[in-house]
C-alpha cells in the first residue's frame, strides 16, 4: 500500500472507526452518510476513482487492504465505505460519459454524495436476470417504477445504480440507470433489522414513476445485467476483504484475553492457555483466505478475468470467517456468548457476509460455471 494511503488510514481507524465501533455494533453509531463524509474527509471515500474525479486511484489490492483494515475494527463501518466505494462507483468509473463522470464522481469522492447498488428484488434475489422493476419510455425519457430490496446504504444513498428493465424477459432486457435521492417518485421504504451489522442500514428501495432523461442511461440499451455483474465481481473482493477483517478481528480478541490469562495465571500460579494448535488453524486459514482475495483483486487489476476468483474468494473468505469467530466464541467462553461482546458481534457479522453479494451456494454455481467455461483468470505462472 501507497504511505500516503497508509496514512490516510491510519489516521481515518485511529480518530473515526476505533471510537465509534462499539456504537456502530448496536446501531446507535453514525449514519451512513457520516460515515462515508468521514471517509472523504480522510480521503478515503473515492478509492477506486481516478484521481482526476477526486479520487484516490486505488489499485484493486489497495482497496481490498482498506476494506479488510477497516472490517478488523468495525465490519458495519467497512460495509457501507465498501458497497459506497465499489458496486456504487465502479459502473460509473467504466460505463459513464464524461458528463456522467463530471457530475458525480467528484461528489462520491469527496464523500458528499453516498452511493448505492440497486439490483435485488423481493421476487429476485439470487436470479437477478428476473427482475421486474421496470423502465418505460416516456416524453422526458424514462419512467422507472418497481421496488428493490436488501439495499445498503439506503435511505441514505444519494444516488442509486438502479437496475431495470427497458426490454423482453431475460437478461439481454436489462439497462442501468443513475437515480438520485431528490428525484420525484424515489422513496426508501422499511429499514430492515438485521441479526448483525447493525450499524448498517439495509432496506427497501420504492420507486414510483421516476422520471429520469436519457443522461441517466448508463451504457446502452439491455447492458445492465453485464454491468451489474462486473460491479458484483468488485463487490465480492470487497466483501471477501471483509471478511478476512472480522476473522482478524475475532482472533485479536482470543491475542487479548491470552495476555489476561497469563497475568492472572502467573499470580494463581497456574496456566489455562488456549492450546496453540487451536489458533494456529484459524491464523493459517484466514491468511490463505486473504491470499485468495489478494489473488482476484490482482487480477482486477490487470484486467483479467476476475469473475472466477472474485467468488471463490468470497466464498472461502466468508465461510471462514463463519468458522474462525465461531471457533472464538468457543475459547472465550460463556461471556462471549452476550450480544453486545466484540466476539458474538463478529461471529453475527460473518453471517451476514456469506448472504450479501450473491449467497455463497450461487457463487458454487457461479464458479462451477467459469470452471466449465475455462475462464478462471489464474495465472499459470510456477507450472
Known amino acids: 500500500m501507497r504511505e500516503e494511503l497508509a496514512s490516510q488510514l491510519s489516521r481515518y481507524l485511529r480518530e473515526v472507526v476505533e471510537p465509534a465501533a462499539g456504537l456502530m455494533a448496536t446501531g446507535h453509531g453514525a449514519d451512513p452518510r457520516e460515515v462515508v463524509a468521514q471517509a472523504g474527509a480522510h480521503g478515503l471515500?473515492?478509492?477506486?476513482?481516478?484521481?482526476?474525479?477526486?479520487?484516490?486511484?486505488?489499485?484493486?489490492?489497495?482497496?481490498a487492504q482498506v476494506i479488510e483494515q477497516v472490517a478488523s475494527v468495525c465490519a458495519s463501518t467497512a460495509v457501507i465505505l465498501d458497497v459506497h466505494a465499489s458496486v456504487a462507483v465502479h459502473p460509473l468509473i467504466h460505463y459513464g460519459s464524461a458528463a456522467q463522470k463530471s457530475e458525480?464522481?467528484?461528489?462520491?469522492?469527496?464523500?458528499?454524495?453516498?452511493?448505492?447498488?440497486?439490483?435485488?428484488e423481493p421476487g429476485a434475489g439470487s436470479d437477478a436476470a428476473s427482475a421486474t422493476t421496470a423502465a418505460h419510455?416516456?416524453?422526458?425519457?424514462?419512467?422507472?417504477?418497481?421496488?428493490?430490496?436488501f439495499i445498503t446504504n439506503c435511505g441514505a444513498a444519494d444516488l442509486y445504480l438502479v437496475i431495470a428493465r427497458t426490454g423482453g424477459p431475460g437478461a439481454s432486457g436489462l439497462s442501468a440507470f443513475l437515480v438520485e435521492r431528490a428525484d420525484r417518485g424515489v422513496a426508501p421504504g422499511r429499514r430492515l433489522e438485521k441479526m448483525g451489522l447493525h450499524g448498517s442500514?439495509?432496506?427497501?428501495?420504492?420507486?414510483?414513476?421516476?422520471?429520469?432523461?436519457?443522461?441517466?442511461?448508463?451504457?446502452?440499451l439491455g447492458e445492465g445485467f453485464r454491468i451489474a455483474m462486473e460491479a458484483l465481481d468488485v463487490g465480492r473482493i470487497g466483501?471477501?476483504?471483509?471478511?478476512?477483517?472480522?476473522?482478524?478481528?475475532?482472533?485479536?480478541?482470543?491475542?487479548?484475553?491470552?495476555?489476561?490469562?497469563?497475568?492472572?495465571?502467573?499470580?494463581?500460579?497456574?496456566?489455562?492457555?488456549?492450546?496453540?494448535?487451536?489458533v494456529a488453524d484459524m491464523v493459517t486459514s484466514t491468511e490463505a483466505a486473504w491470499q485468495l482475495a489478494v489473488s482476484a483483486a490482482r487480477a482486477a487489476d490487470?484486467?483479467?478475468?476476475?469473475?472466477?476468483?472474485?467468488?471463490?474468494?468470497?466464498?472461502?473468505?466468508?465461510?471462514?470467517a463463519m468458522h474462525v469467530t465461531e471457533g472464538v466464541l468457543d475459547l472465550l467462553g460463556l461471556a462471549a456468548g452476550f450480544g453486545d461482546h466484540p466476539a458474538a458481534v463478529r461471529f453475527c457479522d460473518a453471517k451476514a457476509c456469506q448472504i450479501y453479494e450473491g449467497t455463497n451456494q450461487i457463487q458454487r454455481i457461479v464458479i462451477a460455471r467459469e470452471l466449465s467455461s475455462g475462464v478462471t483468470g489464474r495465472s499459470d505462472r510456477g507450472r
Open 239 to 278: 466483501i471477501a476483504a471483509q471478511a478476512v477483517g472480522i476473522a482478524r478481528g475475532a482472533l485479536a480478541l482470543v491475542g487479548d484475553r491470552e495476555g489476561q490469562r497469563s497475568v492472572e495465571g502467573e499470580r494463581a500460579g497456574s496456566s489455562s492457555a488456549v492450546p496453540a494448535h487451536v
Open 137 to 149: 419510455p416516456s416524453t422526458h425519457g424514462w419512467s422507472i417504477t418497481g421496488a428493490k430490496l
Open 302 to 320: 490487470r484486467r483479467a478475468p476476475s469473475t472466477f476468483l472474485a467468488s471463490a474468494a468470497k466464498l472461502v473468505a466468508t465461510d471462514n
Open 201 to 220: 442500514w439495509t432496506g427497501e428501495l420504492l420507486l414510483q414513476e421516476v422520471a429520469v432523461t436519457p443522461s441517466r442511461l448508463l451504457g446502452g
Open 104 to 120: 458525480w464522481l467528484p461528489r462520491l469522492a469527496s464523500g458528499e454524495m453516498v452511493g448505492a447498488f440497486a439490483l435485488t
Open 45 to 63: 471515500a473515492g478509492l477506486l476513482i481516478p484521481p482526476e474525479f477526486g479520487g484516490s486511484g486505488c489499485s484493486y489490492v489497495e482497496f
